[in-house]
């Protein structure tokens, strides 16, 4: 695995996240390497052609091997590989369960508003610029918030991000795509993770009021998808493309049928804690029922049982409160 990841190094070819990560800790099978290889070529599986996979099951054939459904596992402890983005250029990601890295302790010590909270998921990515953050969930009870560490003047600083914002009562898992640069919140929908749905956000502002400040998250796309069955539905913010014909576009992704995808204007969140999280999944979850009977809306039409969000930002979270 060491000379397959210097190779592709050498020769500058971009890696899945998957990829990046299980050539640096060793722990991909031969199936999940050629598919994983295949993704960093033509990225995510559900958008291939059917020669591309005709292509992935010829290979696998070839050397013996069957395809392995793919799923996200649970991170444990804390892991770190080497990745390089597009944007970000070289950096270390780090993910983590059940602690915190070293380079987030001090933050979480000197905090002490989360005195007596402990760190349940989260991800953090370490460019060799400037550029520093880490998304992280936090636990006491049935109290999860979220917050995030982001990079000012050099130094790093723990901000909430909102109380609201992970569903709950579910498990899940915080990841960091190098390439896309952005945060993920995984959750699984069955005990072996075959079918999962989660949000992909990228910091956006820092928001102020008097003394207290707080991350504002954007909500880059919503992800249902089934890893054996190929099945998919992915609802992609619009919100600042001016081309767009509406604001939100809604992509189907169903094995051996054409991709369908339409644009359409929807009044769902942009922003992450915008509404509670225990509401956002059946909001997309009928979003999409009405996608299928209803036709293109113009802008700011509201879709039929979705809720209305219009654009306000919460305030911060009550264990920051003073």
Sequence with gaps: MANLLGRMTQLQMERSPRLEAGLAQKNLTAAETVQELFVSTFGDELSWTEPVREWRDEVLTQHGLTRETVSTAPVQGVQRWQ???????????VEFAGQLPEELQSLYVNEPHLAGWSCLSGAMRLPETAGRSALMAFGRGEERPLAMAVEMEDELHLLPVGEQALLPGRSFSIHYDPQESLYSIEYPLDENGEETE?????????????EERRILCQIEDYRRVNQKTLEGFVLESLEY???????????VYR???????????????????DQSAADLPAAWRNARSWLKRAPASPR???????????????????????
């Design 83 to 93: 990745a390089e983005g597009r944007i970000t250029g070289k950096m270390t990601v």
């Design 198 to 210: 989660c949000f992909r956000v990228r910091p956006a502002a820092v928001q102020r009021s008097g």
């Design 255 to 273: 094995p051996g049928k054409p991709t369908e995808s339409r644009d359409f204007g929807l009044n769902l969140p942009h922003w992450l804690d």
């Design 300 to 322: 700011g039409t509201p879709c039929a049982g979705a809720f209305t969000c219009g654009r306000r930002h919460p305030p911060a979270p009550k264990i920051w409160e003073t």
């Design 241 to 251: 493309e001016s081309a767009a014909e509406g604001n939100w576009r809604a992509t």
